[in-house]
C-alpha cells in the first residue's frame, strides 16, 4: 500500500493514537467515513448534467447617467 511495510503503518498508527487518544478514534472514524459518503454523493450529483441556467428576465437594466460634473480645483 503506497510502497509503505508493516513497520511504518504501525508508526503512523502509533502516532494517530497519541495525538487523538484512543476515546477519539471511532469518532474520527465515523466523520471520516461520513465525509467520503457525501463525497462520493456529490460525485454522483454531478454526474446528471449542467443544470439549467436561470431565465433571463426580459428588461433590460437602465443605463446609470452621472450624479454631478464635479471640477477640478485650481492649481497654486
Do not use: Y
Request: hydrophobic share 45%.
Amino acid at each position: 500500500m503506497f510502497g509503505m511495510g508493516a513497520s511504518e503503518l504501525m508508526i503512523i498508527l502509533v502516532i494517530v493514537l497519541l495525538l487523538f487518544g484512543a476515546a477519539k478514534l471511532p469518532e474520527l472514524g465515523r466523520s471520516l467515513g461520513s465525509g467520503l459518503s457525501n463525497f462520493k454523493k456529490g460525485l454522483k450529483e454531478g454526474d446528471e448534467g449542467p443544470t439549467p441556467a436561470p431565465p433571463q428576465s426580459a428588461a433590460l437594466p437602465e443605463q446609470a447617467r452621472p450624479v454631478a460634473h464635479v471640477e477640478e480645483a485650481p492649481k497654486a
